[in-house]
C-alpha cells in the first residue's frame, strides 16, 4: 500500500470544502423529477414503521436515509441537501484512498478525485435528492475496495475482519442501488492485474470462483429473464417514438450509440439534461454505432495493451467498463441515457486520468489540468441552477434537447402552470409531433387547450388520453372521466351561441 502524506488531513478539508463550494447552490433548490414520489409521498421514506410496511419496494438504504431528515426537515428540500454534499465529498475522500493504494501520488490523486467530483454528468446526482442512490452506492463499492485493499495488507484475524467488512460495503451498494451488482469484478481484475499466486485471495481457488460466478449467472438469468420478452421490448421502442418488429438489433445498436455518447459527454460535459433521445433503427448500416463499437474495440485494446506499464489505467478503464455493464440496457430498462448513470463509473476516469499524469505530466500540464478543473466547475455550478425547479429543469431540457418528446411534455406543462399558455401549446405540439405514444402528452395537451378555450381539441385530446392511458394513469383517466360530460356540454353552448 502506497503511504499518504502528511498532509492528508488537509487534503481532506480541501475536499470537503471543494465540494461544498461547487454544489453549495444546490441549497436552494425544490423538489423536482421523482423527488416528490421518492421522499415526500413516500411513507417507507417518513418513519421506521413505514419503512418496514414497505409501501414502494426497492433501494431500501436510500429510503432509510431520508427518515432523520423527514424528521428533522418535513417538507422542505434544502435541509436534505446537506446529505447530498456530505456522501458525493465522502466519495471523493474514498476515491482519494484508493488511488493512494493504487500507488498514485497525492498531487495526482487529488486531481482524479476533483474530476471524479466536480464534473458536470454528477450535478443530477447530487443536486436530485432522489438520486441518493447513486451516491450511496459509490460509496460502498469504493469502501469494499478499499477494505479489501487494507486486507490484503493484513494478515490473520485482521485480514478475515477487513474482507467480511468488505463483502457487507458490496451488500450495502445493492441496498443502495442494484446497478452495483458488477462490483466484484473489480475485486478480480485488481488481482489479475497486481497480485500473483499465493497473494491472491478471490483468485487463489478458481473452482469455487467458477461456482460463484455460474451462480451470480443463475441469479441473474432468473432475475431479469422475464424482462426479454415482446412487452418489455415494445415498451421501450414506444417510449423512444420508435416502431418496429419483434427485434432485439435496434436495441443493441442503440445501446452502442449510448456508449459513445456518453464517451462525448464526459469529454464535453455540455447540452446536459434529464432527458435525451438516441435514435433507433432496423437498418444495421448506423454510422454512429459503428463508430462508438470502434470506440469501444479501442478503450479495451488500450486496456489490454497497458497492463503491465500503466496497470493503474487498465484498472481505471475496467472500472468503468464493469460499472458500465448494468446501465449498459442489455436488458430493456427504459431508459437508454441519463447523466446519473455515469456515477459509478466516473472513478474509472478519475483513475485513468490521475495514473497518466503521474506518468507523463510536468507542470504546463498540470496548470491545464489545473484550468480545467475550474472550467468543469463552472459548468456543473450553472448545471445545478437548472435543478432549481420543475420549471427550469424541464424549460432547459426542452432547449438543448428539442428532440426529446419527454422533455417538451414536461415544459409544456411548465408552461401550462404559470399560464404562458402560447408557449405551452407549442411544445405540447411538438411533444405529440416527435412521439405519439407519449400518453400524457395527449392530457397535457387537452388541459392547455381547454384553457384557451379551444373545447373541440381539448375533448378529441382527452378522449384519445382515456382511450390509450387506462393501464398507465388509472386515476387521471377516471377523473378526465368525470369532467368529459361538463366540458360537451359547455362545446354544446359554445356552438349554438355562434349560430345564435
Not at 41 to 62: K, T, V, W, Y
Not at 65 to 73: A, D, K
Request: glycine share 6%; proline share 4%; net charge positive.
Amino acid at each position: 500500500m502506497h503511504k499518504l502524506s502528511l498532509t492528508k488531513p488537509y487534503i481532506f478539508l480541501f475536499i470537503f470544502m471543494i465540494t461544498a463550494a461547487v454544489y453549495g447552490n444546490t441549497f436552494r433548490n425544490q423538489w423536482t423529477y421523482d423527488d416528490m414520489p421518492v421522499v415526500v409521498q413516500n411513507p417507507d421514506a417518513h418513519s421506521i414503521s413505514g419503512f418496514l410496511e414497505n409501501h414502494r419496494p426497492g433501494r431500501p438504504l436510500r429510503e432509510l436515509t431520508y427518515i432523520p431528515e423527514y424528521h428533522l426537515f418535513g417538507s422542505d428540500p434544502a435541509g436534505y441537501h446537506i446529505q447530498q454534499l456530505l456522501w458525493h465529498a465522502a466519495n471523493g475522500l474514498l476515491l482519494f484512498l484508493v488511488l493512494s493504494g493504487l500507488g498514485i501520488e497525492a498531487p495526482f490523486a487529488l486531481v482524479g478525485v476533483l474530476l471524479f467530483l466536480l464534473h458536470p454528468l454528477q450535478a443530477e446526482s447530487v443536486a436530485n435528492i432522489s438520486h441518493r442512490k447513486e451516491l450511496l452506492a459509490g460509496f460502498f463499492c469504493l469502501a469494499a475496495l478499499l477494505a479489501y485493499l487494507k486486507g490484503l495488507a493484513a494478515s490473520g484475524l485482521p485480514r478475515l475482519w477487513r474482507l467480511v467488512l468488505s463483502a457487507l460495503f458490496f451488500y450495502a451498494a445493492l441496498l443502495a442501488n442494484q446497478t452495483a451488482i458488477t462490483f466484484p469484478l473489480i475485486i478480480i481484475l485488481y488481482e489479475l492485474l497486481w497480485l500473483k499466486g499465493t497473494e491472491r485471495l478471490v483468485l487463489r481457488r478458481p473452482w469455487l470462483l467458477a461456482t460463484l460466478l455460474l451462480a451470480a449467472v443463475v441469479v441473474m438469468f432468473v432475475r431479469y429473464s422475464s424482462m426479454f420478452n415482446r412487452q418489455a421490448l415494445l415498451a421501450i421502442y414506444s417510449k423512444n417514438g420508435f416502431i418496429a418488429a419483434d427485434s432485439y438489433l435496434p436495441l443493441y445498436l442503440a445501446d452502442l450509440k449510448a456508449f459513445g455518447f456518453y464517451l462525448y459527454k464526459i469529454i464535453l460535459p455540455v447540452k446536459l439534461a434529464p432527458e435525451y433521445v438516441i435514435q433507433f433503427a432496423e437498418t444495421p448500416f448506423q454510422a454512429l454505432a459503428w463508430l462508438s463499437l470502434a470506440l469501444l474495440g479501442g478503450v479495451v485494446a488500450a486496456a489490454v495493451l497497458l497492463r503491465k506499464r500503466l496497470p493503474a489505467v487498465t484498472f481505471g478503464i475496467g472500472w468503468f467498463l464493469v460499472m458500465y455493464l448494468p446501465v449498459a440496457n442489455l436488458v430493456p430498462a427504459g431508459y437508454i441515457v441519463a447523466d446519473r448513470y455515469m456515477y459509478l463509473c466516473l472513478p474509472g476516469v478519475a483513475m485513468v486520468s490521475a495514473a497518466l499524469l503521474q506518468k507523463y505530466a510536468g507542470r504546463r500540464v498540470m496548470s491545464v489540468a489545473g484550468a480545467l478543473l475550474v472550467l468543469l466547475a463552472i459548468l456543473t455550478i450553472v448545471q445545478n441552477s437548472y435543478w432549481h425547479d420543475e420549471h427550469s429543469l424541464w424549460r432547459h431540457a426542452a432547449r438543448v434537447n428539442d428532440n426529446s418528446t419527454w422533455a417538451q411534455e414536461s415544459a409544456a406543462l411548465s408552461y401550462y402552470l404559470t399560464g404562458e399558455l402560447d408557449e405551452a401549446l407549442r411544445h405540447g405540439q411538438q411533444a405529440l409531433a416527435l412521439n405519439r405514444f407519449n400518453t400524457r402528452a395527449y392530457l397535457t395537451l387537452a388541459k392547455i387547450e381547454e384553457k384557451r378555450g379551444e373545447l373541440a381539441e381539448a375533448l378529441q385530446n382527452y378522449e384519445m388520453f382515456i382511450e390509450v392511458g387506462g393501464a398507465e394513469y388509472p386515476t387521471e383517466v377516471a377523473a378526465v372521466m368525470g369532467r368529459l360530460p361538463y366540458l360537451r356540454e359547455q362545446l354544446q353552448q359554445t356552438l349554438k351561441g355562434k349560430r345564435g
